[in-house]
């Protein structure tokens, strides 16, 4: 079933929930953690024609290391308006530790096939997640995912 027959058949629920699905979804358990798209960039435009890598960086924080990081436990899963989610995950290509956002404390930066991520025009919003090292605790942070070039309200 295509993408469109699926949200052919979703159109009677978008209207009610539309407006939830502004609201970036963390549906996976564990602690919330900040994560950004395109690091630096805002909106985060992501080009559906284009195939390549989608970075997406874990934020370090005061109380958040991010190099206790299980790298082969992260994994992302993109959500859409119609609230159909993908029902694989995506694991990265290759992850680095760097301070993307120039605030002295370290960050994982993670690279992601977009192919693989599957980013069409429904899509709103990634969701990665992972465990830590030591302790095995999940994390889970999302933002948002603007996909161009489409139609701004469908
Ligand atoms: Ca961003
Ligand atoms: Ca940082």
């Known amino acids: 079933m295509t993408r469109t027959k699926i949200a052919l058949f979703a159109i009677p629920i978008l209207a009610t929930i539309m407006v939830v699905a502004t609201i970036p979804p963390v549906f996976a358990p564990g602690f919330e953690v900040e994560i950004d798209v395109k690091p630096g960039s ?7 024609n284009s195939k390549g890598v ?5 934020l370090g924080s005061e109380i958040f290391d991010v190099t206790q990081i299980d790298q082969s436990s992260i ?9 159909i989610f993908d029902a694989w995950v995506t694991f ?42 030591s302790s095995g605790i999940s994390f889970a942070g999302s933002d948002t995912i603007r996909p161009v070039p489409c139609e701004e309200d469908f």
């Open 54 to 58: 989608l970075p997406v960086a874990i």
């Open 92 to 133: 990265p290509l290759r992850c680095s530790v760097e301070d993307v956002n120039g605030d002295g404390i370290l960050d994982l930066n993670c690279k992601f096939s977009k192919e693989e991520l599957m980013i069409d025009c429904w899509t709103n919003g990634i969701i990665v997640s992972g465990t830590l090292v």
């Open 42 to 48: 805002d909106p985060n435009s992501v080009n559906t």
């Open 75 to 83: 994994f992302a899963y993109t959500t859409s308006v119609d609230f």
